[in-house]
Nanobody, 127 residues
Framework: QVQLIESGGGLVHPGGSLRLSCAASGVTFSDFAMGWFRQAPGKEREIVAVISRAGTVREYTSAVKGRFTISRDNAKNTVYLQMNRLKPEDTAVYYC????????????????????WGQGTQVTVSL
């Protein structure tokens, strides 16, 4: 059974940092492209960052480029999202997701293409 479990969310002041983790089990982690998404109240779930199977290719939504970094450790079956210089508009529930049937170097940018999702972790940026 595939499980993705996010952790690391919380309350942080504007300008602060958080590091999210997503631990996978029940899968051969290196076979999956991974992504981080977020959903703010009243809004649709949106893509934040994606990473290829080996971690060599990454892409970010423009709103977080230069502030967030996605990475993965295939030996630990974990994908990370380092979030720096956080802003109130980054407040959302953050989800990690896994997409199978991808080739080396492929990025998956379509939400519908992801097969597995975590339960989400809340990130709140506020004074």
């Amino acid at each position: 059974q595939v499980q993705l479990i996010e952790s690391g969310g919380g309350l942080v002041h504007p300008g602060g940092s958080l590091r999210l983790s997503c631990a996978a089990s029940g899968v051969t982690f290196s076979d999956f492209a991974m992504g981080w998404f977020r959903q703010a109240p009243g809004k649709e779930r949106e893509i934040v960052a994606v990473i290829s199977r080996a971690g060599t290719v990454r892409e970010y939504t423009s709103a977080v480029k230069g502030r967030f970094t996605i990475s993965r450790d295939n030996a630990k079956n974990t994908v990370y999202l380092q979030m720096n210089r956080l802003k109130p508009e980054d407040t959302a529930v953050y989800y990690c997701a896994a997409a199978d049937r991808v080739v080396t170097g492929q990025l998956v940018t379509s939400r519908e293409r992801y097969n597995y999702w975590g339960q989400g972790t809340q990130v709140t940026v506020s004074l």
